[in-house]
């Protein structure tokens, strides 16, 4: 039996036993309704079941004012709003069962059915979301959210007594959840009122309490809204949330906010501590992405807003950026907290006392800057061994001419030594630093270091703390004063490695001073008179003046006709497959074919750069973004963006190098002799940078194979 026979233009007729228990409303109802218009309108039966299929979407019908109905018709909106009105009004007490009509009459289980769903929904509640009755709906009648009975949802709520809320509520710029509100409750003054106030929490990045929103709502004395109410319309909200488990805590979503400023804001709030710029625009880029938004903000405009807006604070000149109503969190610069630290204590203090207060107020500051401060800015001045003071305060400065030598530190550091040791064998790290600086007045870090590196001394660390007890192995201390750090680079060494590096790459080839130290200067910081004494105590590299310009240039002329690469570099490569094409290609490092041997070693250091940047962005190890990938240049940029090398200077060396390759001209004999002369050079970079990115792909691939078997 098909739906048509549920109901029944009778006045004394039963309707069939439906089987399917209990009865699908959304299903019955358009059939009901094409019945009951039939039966009871003796004439425009046809246009006014058109009227409500139009008004509520029956039957897939796009849904259509009053007014275009009543154009469409010829009559007013009125008479439309009348005719709307009586078939729902006699509908409704049809299927309620206090209908008085004798031509229409519904069986008592679709009567019962509509009952039970009515109270149901009022149990819900007297405001009902769109997506919580239609899972009220799927729930009791087990349909899916995509059955087509659904269309018949509207103009049920509306026999049920419910209105639907508007989706365009004036005052409230925002969009809302479909809603219904049971009619007897509606009052559109108090809806609009509401949402007005949560309009303005829209702009604000800020977590708002629900508590709070009350008090702001409720505040006149005249009419009091229920707190239910009020939680109700703001779950409509499509732009509010709440916060996690917190407990009746909103706030608007990170998508939702309406500027950089508003979202810089959110991420310090949540983060709970001052971030640096770059920090902040790469969390709020990271996050657009995980949106599906592609518009990603710049650094420069980020800086521009936080500078412009008084709810930021900068901390000094660091790059560093805090929430103003932050109390607890210092915006002075290092050096005027540095300064405070004279004032307050009153003395001329060591380095590691001014890096403690500092360390208090600036918990991003170095001990070196506070060092590099002290030895370098003006308004410090060093009254004796490890221990500054203010300029205003009119102190002495030591006299740099007696500053001794590293054989004469070694040889105070060595007394002191022997004195200490002269009684005891072993004694707590500490006490023996705290003992040498009393005897030699020497700074900390040196006495540390010295010691720290000698080989007649046993560390033994304290199981109950992180302290060490130190043992003397050898009280002739031979060793013990040694100036040179072991495993540390001095800046000396750093300097002259990078200008062999820079010459190196382009043997025979001068270039002035000057260029070579901006070239320098990338890679490693140092004033221009430190770069000029080191470079002129190099021998092994040719100085020279031409035109009253300073030149120098590594000379280097290939003895032999091939290159011999040192086979140590191989041994660190475990890819057979790529040690076989280094290996073809080291083979062709000759004078007739060294072009074609570099051009093959630049095209496996592509091909294994390109590889691990895949491999890495697959696996999320770093952010590579699409463009990151198109370009030679754009890979290494991207490697040096993310920090997996330190310098980009030497692969953008190999760039050049591998683009002169594949595009310059083939080269004659002499032009290939030129090539050889550097290509000892360039080809162990080569071998570095290619078995690098090789091993850094496969140690990814094999977290996710152990990952995998665990």
């Known amino acids: 039996m098909n739906q048509e026979d549920s109901v029944k233009a009778s006045n004394i007729e039963e309707i069939f036993q439906p089987t399917v228990s209990p009865l699908n409303l959304l299903e019955q109802l358009l059939s009901i309704t094409e019945s009951f218009i039939n039966a009871t309108c003796k004439s425009q039966a046809a246009r006014n079941l058109d009227i409500i299929k139009k008004r509520f979407g029956l039957n897939h019908e796009n849904v259509y004012s009053l007014e275009e109905i009543g154009i469409y018709y010829g009559i007013t909106r009125e008479r439309v709003r009348q005719v709307e009105f009586k078939i729902i009004s006699k509908l409704t007490e049809l299927m309620y069962g206090s209908s008085k009509s004798e031509k229409f009459k519904l069986q008592e289980n679709l009567v019962h059915e509509y009952k039970q769903v009515k109270n149901s929904l009022l149990d819900l509640d007297y405001i009902l979301a769109e997506e919580d009755v239609r899972k009220f709906f799927q729930d009791r009648y087990g349909i899916s959210k995509e059955t087509e009975s659904f269309c018949s949802l509207n103009f049920l709520m509306e026999l049920f007594s419910y209105c639907p809320i508007s989706a365009n509520i004036n005052g409230y710029r925002g969009s809302t959840r479909l809603a219904w509100c049971l009619k007897e409750q509606f009052n559109k003054a108090d809806v609009e009122k509401v949402f007005s106030y949560f309009n303005t929490l829209l702009d604000k990045p800020e977590r708002f309490k629900f508590f709070d929103i009350v008090i702001s709502l409720n505040k006149a004395k005249d009419h009091r809204l229920d707190k239910d109410f009020i939680k109700m319309l703001l779950k409509l909200c499509v732009e509010i949330e709440k916060v996690g488990d917190e407990k009746d805590i909103y706030q608007v979503k990170f998508e939702c906010l309406p500027s950089v400023g508003e979202r810089a804001f959110r991420v310090l709030q949540e983060n709970g501590n001052p971030l640096h710029f770059s920090e902040i625009a790469k969390i709020i880029n990271h996050a657009e992405l995980n949106l599906g938004k592609g518009k990603r903000i710049t650094v420069t405009n980020l800086k521009n807003q936080l500078i412009a807006d008084s709810r930021f604070k900068p901390i000094g000149r660091s790059g560093i950026w805090s929430l103003s109503h932050w109390d607890n969190v210092a915006t002075k610069t290092i050096t005027q907290i540095m300064e405070d630290s004279f004032h307050e204590g009153g003395k001329a203090l060591s380095v590691k006392e001014v890096y403690q207060y500092v360390i208090a ?350």
């Open 361 to 710: 107020r600036r918990p991003d500051a170095s001990f070196k800057s506070v060092s590099v401060y002290l030895s370098n800015t003006d308004i410090f001045v060093r009254v004796d061994q490890n221990q500054y003071a203010l300029v205003v305060w009119g102190f002495k400065p030591i006299d740099k001419s007696i500053r001794r030598t590293a054989d004469e530190v070694s040889s105070l550091i060595k007394t002191a030594l022997k004195e200490i040791f002269i009684d005891k064998n072993s004694i707590p790290f500490a006490d023996l630093i705290r003992l040498v600086q009393e005897k030699t007045k020497l700074a900390e870090i040196t006495i540390r270091n010295r010691i720290r590196h000698s080989q007649n001394f046993d560390f033994k660390q304290e199981e109950t703390s992180k302290s060490y007890t130190v043992s003397c192995l050898n009280r002739d201390f031979e060793k013990a004063t040694s100036h040179l750090e072991v495993g540390k680079e001095l800046l000396r060494d750093k300097i002259k490695n990078e200008i062999i590096s820079i010459l190196q790459a382009h043997p025979n080839k001068p270039i002035t001073k000057g260029d070579l130290y901006f070239q320098v200067r990338k890679e490693v910081e140092c004033l221009r008179p430190t770069f000029y004494r080191y470079l002129s105590n190099m021998k092994d590299i040719k100085q020279y003046i031409e035109n009253g310009k300073s030149y120098c240039l590594f000379k280097y002329q290939e003895q032999e006709n091939s290159v011999n690469i040192d086979s140590a570099l191989l041994t660190n490569c475990s890819d057979l497959e790529l040690l076989n094409r280094l290996k073809r290609a080291i083979n062709k490092l000759n004078v007739d074919e060294v072009d074609l041997g570099l051009f093959e070693l630049g095209r496996i250091f592509e091909n294994e750069l390109k590889d691990y940047l895949i491999v890495a962005k697959q696996h999320s190890v770093i952010q590579i973004y699409r463009k990151d990938l198109e370009k030679l240049v754009s890979m290494i940029d991207c490697v040096v963006r993310e920090n997996v090398v330190s310098k980009g200077y030497y692969l953008h060396i190999l760039r050049e190098e591998r683009n002169e390759r594949a595009h310059g001209k083939i080269p004659n004999l002499d032009e290939r002799k030129t090539i050889l002369n550097k290509a000892h050079y360039v080809a162990d970079l080569y071998i570095q940078n290619i078995i690098f990115f090789n091993a850094q792909k496969n140690r990814i691939l094999a977290k996710e194979t152990n990952a995998y078997t665990a």
